[in-house]
């Protein structure tokens, strides 16, 4: 038996993977989903809306069918897939760009990961040190073109009838809190996070109308305290931020401050819990070396973990957007 014979196409891929990023964010850059859309579907006419003329959009429109973003019909008409069109086509209820290319400033870093791999230096808050209300802004406009979106299924996948109030813990433009107000009748929610976004978060609440039932609050979510009165906890997408001795921390200070009988969901970019993958929840622990976080990725177990540990039963893992985000949940004894 001969072994079967390995080539190099794999990790050539893997080597020009920036190649990808650069050709969707020049797409998203010059608005190319939006024009096809629109119309402007064909080589000359894509040319010339974008104002890149025949030769780059030939060039443009080959990588991005090379990609699988847009098809092409044998007579030169492309048309978008099916995710470009709902998540990269301006004016559409599921434009996404800003979230897709809100990582874009890192570019460079990812390029020289090494010397920062090798620096070993850590600070506690991560990217999070030195933020200001407008690069809160700016930082959340992005996570509020996808979190909107994922709030929705959220809400409509967890049934929070007859719960009383919501703590969102890091949460960010707060719209997993307005989703839930605007889902559930009578609920009331508060956003807790630094205070740069506090003033962000009541910006997005303010223009969703929902600042009768949902506040924001200024609140380390490492430290505490909690508010009382609160029967439902959500974090999400924060898990690769902390180490392990965090988040035991956290998620008992989360289990104290719930009312008895109160669900906790942690939402996280998890690892499967043999630590082979999923690719995203990886990188996302790779990442926090750049901005000199303590994080790193966390497995559903180790999760399950800091949930058990800090007294929560019933505790359910559920996928949430796949291979990408896991939703583990509990409740508290009542
Ligand atoms: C990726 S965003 C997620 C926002 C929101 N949960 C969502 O899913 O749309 C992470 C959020 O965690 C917040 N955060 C990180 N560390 C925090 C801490 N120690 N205390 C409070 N908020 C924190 C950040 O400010 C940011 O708003």
């Not at 700016?138 to 409509?156: D, E, L, N, P, Q």
């Not at 965090?246 to 401050?257: C, E, G, I, P, S």
């Not at 630590?275 to 901005?291: C, H, K, T, V």
Request: contains cysteine; proline residues 5%.
């Amino acid at each position: 038996m001969t072994e079967k014979r390995v080539n190099t196409v794999r990790l050539q891929r893997i080597a020009k993977a920036y190649w990808e990023t650069g050709a969707l964010f020049a797409a998203i850059d010059l608005d190319v989903f939006t024009h096809i859309d629109g119309g402007a579907n064909t080589v000359p006419s894509l040319g010339a809306a974008v104002k890149i003329g025949d030769l780059n959009a030939e060039r443009l429109l080959d990588a991005l069918a090379g990609l699988e973003l847009v098809t092409r019909s044998p007579d030169g008409v492309y048309a978008n897939a099916a995710d470009v069109e709902r998540f990269l086509v301006q004016g559409k209820r599921g434009y996404a760009g800003a979230w897709m290319t809100f990582m874009r400033e890192k570019w460079g870093d990812w390029g020289r990961l090494s010397e920062v791999l090798l620096s070993q230096e850590t600070e506690p808050l991560g990217m999070y040190d030195d933020l200001t209300v407008e690069s809160a802004r700016t930082y959340h406009k992005a996570t509020y073109s996808i979190g909107m979106g994922a709030a929705r299924k959220f809400h409509r996948e967890v049934d929070l009838t007859g719960r009383k109030r919501i703590m969102d813990l890091g949460g960010g433009s707060g719209a997993y809190c307005i989703v839930g107000a605007q889902t559930w009748p009578g609920l009331e929610a508060v956003v807790l996070d630094l205070p740069p976004v506090v003033t962000v978060a009541r910006e997005f609440i303010a223009e969703n109308g929902m600042s009768d039932r949902v506040t924001a609050e200024p609140c380390d979510f490492t430290k505490g305290p909690f508010p009382a009165g609160c029967d439902v906890a959500i974090q999400a997408s924060n898990l690769p931020i902390y180490d392990r001795a965090t988040w035991l921390h956290v998620v008992a200070m989360v289990f104290d401050a719930l009312e008895p009988g109160g669900e906790y969901h942690l939402i996280g970019e998890t690892l499967n819990d043999d630590r082979m993958g999923p690719i995203a929840p990886s990188l996302w622990g790779l990442y926090e070396a750049i901005p000199r976080s303590i994080g790193h990725a966390h497995t559903n177990a180790e999760c399950v973990g800091y949930l058990e540990a800090a007294g929560f039963r019933d505790i359910t893992v559920t996928e949430f957007i796949p291979e990408t985000l896991t939703r583990i949940s509990g409740r508290k004894p009542g």
